[in-house]
């Protein structure tokens, strides 16, 4: 179903559901994760929007993330007593009330005002992972006191000392929990991004102030009020050090160089970082082992959202792979196109431990802020709950390959 603008206009099941929830009215239509997308789409200036929605080339590893969870249906149990059920996992010796949480989106601040510390907050009260990106416009160690717990993400510099000063900080910050993100040696092709007006630093110009203008509630109540409380946005968490500005050429500088990254990085991080060491992006089962190899304590399976190799698989259908792979040595995580409860436990049922969502929670954050991510946390963490209570289950750990059929190809 799409948003509506109004909730309940004209639909008397949607007014009745509105009143009920107490919600402020923009939420009050929004009833799953998808129907973030369509508030997000109004509300933003359209490079903005493009950029979060947007993925590499012909959108195939996008739709593929999506068209995954179709691979299998569900084979319920009945009569199985699940009022007692619980939804609770374990990662790294840390219990979470549910097993999906906030993937890293890059510089939410420009689209959700103070929005890593809006993300990582809302997980927090819900009992749910975030991990806060490096490609981030607020100083990490905001972030951490904000929200202790959150994890946090780096992308490599390509030289050594500045990857020593990165960790020496992230672990000073207060992480206990650090991802490096692997799949991204060079930047991708978003044409999507060129034909919307994005780039990377963004360039001023008159079309993205129109693109501005005709989105007042974002100019004033992201952007004028970023600029007026807390000046020009730079990327701050690359390096040991301050970034460059957003509206900077440099900036473009200090995110390339990463093309001779190899295993011996992680390594040589795996040898300065104490706390679990997780690596995201990792789609081969032998990857997976080298992963493991360098002493990581976890992988996330995922595509980086169809933004990076355009027609590379969508993660659920190597999971399995992976998870035999792995062999219960780490944890294994999954990301990608997961917007519903029962995505989430079609995942868990094939050996994830978690799963992560970007885009949804940023779109909410964007739309609500801070109320906006809560109920979003909320709406999937009721359709997990409710998906297990009509699997017949009690536990996540009840949940094996065998409550899936695979549909036939
Ligand atoms: C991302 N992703 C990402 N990943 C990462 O490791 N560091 C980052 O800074 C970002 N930045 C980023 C920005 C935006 C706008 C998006 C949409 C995604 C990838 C992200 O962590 C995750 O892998 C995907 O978003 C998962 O797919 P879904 O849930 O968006 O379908």
Redesign the pocket.
Same mark, same amino acid.
């Given at each position: 179903m799409t948003a509506t603008r109004d909730a309940g206009a004209g639909r008397p099941e949607l007014a009745a559901y509105a009143a009920a929830t107490g919600l402020p009215r923009r939420l009050r239509g929004l009833l799953c994760l998808d129907d973030f997308e369509a508030a997000a789409r109004r509300h933003l200036p359209r490079p903005l929007f493009g950029?979060?929605a947007g993925a590499a080339e012909t959108n195939r590893s996008y739709l593929d993330?999506r068209l995954q969870f179709d691979d299998y249906a569900f084979v319920p149990h009945v009569m199985a007593d699940v009022s007692r059920r619980t939804t609770e996992t374990t990662l790294f010796g840390r219990r979470y009330r549910m097993p999906f949480g906030i993937?890293?989106?890059?510089i939410s601040a420009i689209s959700a005002y103070r929005g890593d510390i809006v993300l990582a907050q809302a997980a927090q009260a819900a009992g749910v992972p975030a #991990?806060m !990106?490096? /490609?981030s416009l607020i100083r990490m160690e905001e972030v951490a006191a904000a929200a202790p717990g959150t994890w946090f993400?780096a992308?490599l510099p390509g030289d050594d000392s500045k990857l020593d000063g990165l960790i020496a900080r992230v672990a000073q910050a207060g992480f206990q929990t650090l #991802?490096v /993100?692997v799949d991204l040696p060079v930047w991708a092709n978003r044409e999507n991004n060129v034909r919307t007006g994005f780039s990377m630093p963004l360039r001023p110009s008159l079309r993205l102030a129109w693109d501005g203008l005709v989105r007042p509630r974002w100019l004033l109540g992201t952007f004028a009020r970023t600029l007026l409380r807390h000046g020009m946005p730079h990327f701050e968490n690359s390096f040991a050090t301050r970034g460059a500005p957003m509206f900077s050429v440099s900036a473009l500088r200090d995110t390339t160089g990463r093309e001779h990254l190899n295993w011996a990085h992680i390594r040589r991080i795996r040898r300065q970082w104490q706390g679990p060491l997780v690596v995201?992006?990792i789609l081969h089962p032998r990857d997976a082992q080298a992963a493991l190899d360098c002493g990581a304590d976890g992988i996330v399976v !995922?595509n980086?959202?169809?933004?990076q190799l355009d027609g590379a698989v969508a993660p659920l259908r190597v999971l399995p792979r992976i998870v035999d792979a792995v062999g219960g040595r780490a944890t294994v995580m999954m990301?990608?196109?997961?917007r519903r409860g029962a995505d989430v436990l079609k995942a868990v049922a094939l050996g994830a431990a978690c799963v992560?969502?970007?885009?949804?929670f940023?779109y909410a954050a964007a739309v609500g802020g801070r109320e906006g991510v809560d109920h979003a946390l909320k709406l999937l963490g009721d359709e997990v709950s409710r998906n297990l209570a009509m699997l017949g289950l009690d536990s996540l750990d009840a949940l094996s390959p065998d409550c899936l059929q695979a549909r036939p190809r």
């Open positions: 950029y979060i993330n993937a890293p989106v890059g #991990v !990106s490096g /490609t993400q992308y #991802v /993100t995201k992006g !995922s980086h959202g169809g933004r990301d990608g196109g997961v992560f969502a970007g885009r949804p940023m």
